[in-house]
């Protein structure tokens, strides 16, 4: 073995074993040892580069364009619930949280849905549809069909707008609402949606 190689060896043994009789300073001669390795062995041709590649937001900023306001902002969260005492809902009713969200409004993740113990077979979906005429925009795009029979509090990221890493900005104000599937929702069944976003 060259000597240029065993140096660096000898010199890493030596400061490990002077850091393990100092606790305090494990982590900062630790980062220590790993980046005089790391550099001797990238010059000594033992490391290969890692590529990398250029997120959307860089991108953007090389070809000299804005990055959006929905890239780097800070976050918001949309609670949408009933109220303490309510009369239920029947399948294929509509629930109208009253919620808006005004147009360039982007959808995040993590969706959480918390809910009461309901009825056996009820699902909800959460959706976005127009504030004035209620003519759905999309139905699922918070959140698909999902169980509300037992009471659970779960992320459940399953909206056809927040799934497959998709980026998407509201292009209109829109509100959101729920649907019942599968069963009735009972009297007074606790259900609360958050949704996260970044403000337009």
């Known amino acids: 073995m060259k ?5 660096p060896a000898l010199v890493a043994i030596a400061l490990v074993a002077f850091a393990l009789f100092q606790p305090t300073v494990v982590k900062a001669v630790g980062e220590r040892v790993h980046d005089a390795l790391f550099t001797h062995m990238a010059r000594s041709g033992l ?7 250029s ?10 364009r804005k990055v959006l306001p929905d890239t780097q902002g800070e976050s918001a969260r949309a609670v949408c619930e009933m109220p303490l ?6 399948i294929a009713d509509t629930i109208g949280f009253g919620v808006i969200l005004k147009k360039g409004t982007r959808l995040l993740c993590p969706v959480t849905l918390s809910n009461g113990a309901g009825t056996a077979a009820s699902t909800l979906a959460v959706g976005l549809r127009h ?3 209620k003519v759905a925009i999309d139905a699922t795009a918070i959140l698909a069909a999902t169980a509300i029979n037992a009471a659970q509090t779960v992320q459940a990221n399953t909206g056809t707008k927040v799934t497959a890493g998709q980026r998407y900005v509201l292009d209109q104000d829109a509100e959101i609402y729920g649907t019942v599937a599968g069963a009735a ?14 403000s337009a």
């Open 3 to 7: 000597l240029t190689y065993l140096i």
């Open 47 to 53: 490391v290969l580069g890692m590529a990398e590649i």
């Open 55 to 64: 997120g959307r937001a860089a991108t953007e900023i090389a070809a000299g």
């Open 85 to 90: 005492v309510h009369a239920g809902a029947a």
């Open 131 to 133: 504030p004035v005429t």
């Open 185 to 198: 929702v009972p009297a007074n069944q606790a259900i609360r949606v958050e949704v996260p976003y970044i």
